[in-house]
């Protein structure tokens, strides 16, 4: 028979968070959530509403004083909490720094107090920035392009340094371009889907970014919560892991599935014009693969469309507007 764990789940009310919350309470785990709600939605957890097995709690994870007594009797801790995107890292390093790098100091040393059984931090895979060799493997070097990225790599190496230290049993996954149902549609100028899932709703043309001939590895989010499982469910230690789906598609492609009229903007300085991971590692040490093909995910979110009528639907102008620290600090004009 299954034996419940106690787990807690930092940034439950996000994105990709919240798939992982759901999962969890499936497989009959109970679930304590911190989020401070600064991009989560509690309405992400709707779907959840009336289960005993979850617990929420608003609360800053940088906050040691105030999580570190939720940790007590926990087994298992899924660390996703983040600021999460590029053009406010710029803008508000102060921000990004406290709640990735601060956070996850708090994150670790609550659970190393309390004698957590196994750690699992939700990487990014931007640490590769501008790689030199496709599929990138785990082992290319660090080259984080912007706060953000460089935030989260800075975390990364607090996880492993945890794991060294102090023994704590973690696992750092490096997840690459996630999408799926309640992808981020907070007001700041972010990722592709729920930009372009907002446009369509609106009947507004897809903003592509360059010739769109670029490339993503696209991720679907339930791989991505399996990937979790999977490490979780492991003996690893000290472990790092690419959590892709190994085969690029091009933004063109992405818009021919999506189906509706373009529109070019100009490509941004520090993106790379490919993602690919190498994926050998994770399939090799965790058994695990991604099972959701770029045509069948885009099939679910459009059956979710309706998740995006509020999102904000951008426009060349309000892009440009939105994006000009990037190209400002980023860009050749410095
Ligand atoms: P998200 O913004 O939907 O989720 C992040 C959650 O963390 C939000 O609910 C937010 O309210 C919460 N949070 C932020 N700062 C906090 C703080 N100081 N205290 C408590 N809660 C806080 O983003 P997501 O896309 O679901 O990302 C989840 C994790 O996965 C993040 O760590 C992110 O860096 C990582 N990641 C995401 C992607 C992607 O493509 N979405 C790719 C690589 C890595």
Redesign the pocket.
Known sequence: MYKARKVIV??G?????SHLVEALLSQGDKVTV???????RIENLDLLEGKEAIKFHQ????DYQAIKDLFRGIDRVFH?????DIVPSIQKPFAYHH?NVD?TISVLESARAAGIKRFIY?A??SCYGIPDNYPTPETAPARPQYPYALT?YVAEQYVMHWGEVYNLPVVSLR?F??YGPRS?TSGTYG?VFGIFLAQKLANRPFTVVGDGTQTRDFTFATDVVEACLAAADSELRNEILNVASGHPVSVNKLVELLGGDVTFIPKRPGEPDCTHADITRIKKLLGWKPKVTIEKGVRILLNNIDYWREAPVWTPETIADATKDWFKYLGEEK
Do not use: M, Q
């Not at 009310?13 to 968070?17: E, H, P």
């Not at 609360?59 to 940088?62: C, L, M, S």
């Not at 996703?80 to 999460?84: E, V, Y």
């Open positions: 930092t940034g009310a996000g994105f990709i968070g911190l989020d401070n709600l600064s991009t989560g609360v800053d994870i940088a996703l909490a983040a600021r999460a709640s956070g939700a990014s895979s989260k997840f371009n996630v981020r990722a």
